[in-house]
């Protein structure tokens, strides 16, 4: 379950001032919304929406003045992605010597929603370099990584909402 931070203001054009401030939650996955909440009792509100559903949430935000009007509602689109990438590699493990290179091209998809972020490879315990992305692959060549013996090469992707995975290749 995820938060998120609503914050603005409504005014009463009309003068008798605003009563309250209200919204409500349609949680990904559901039809209909949740009880109504009541977040101020002026124009100005600040919230925190807790427990929204991984994939599409709908939150609506209205406020009523003291003459019992309630404005248009305003709607907002919460998108939670709780899923973390998938690694593909197209990879053999084994490079000779006598090889001039060692490309490793990996297919990253992301299971959320969201988008790729990062996709890194560690090789041993050198520092982590970036792939490139390239026609929907992510490659780089490791050649200049290895040293003689056998070492592990690991893959990690992470997404736009931060999350992360990681597969030995």
Known sequence: NTTVSLSGTFTDTDGSGVASVKY????AGETIYGAEQTIASDGEYTANVKGLAAGTNTIKVWAKDTAGNASVAEEYTVKVDD?????TADYTG?????????PVELTVTDQGGSTIDEVTLSVGDKAPVKCTPESG?????IKELLSDGTVSVTATAKDKAGNETSRVI
């Open 24 to 27: 409500q939650v349609k949680k």
């Open 83 to 87: 899923k973390a990438p998938a690694i």
């Open 94 to 102: 084994v490079i000779y010597a006598d090889s001039a290179s060692c």
């Open 137 to 141: 692959k992510y490659t780089y060549d």
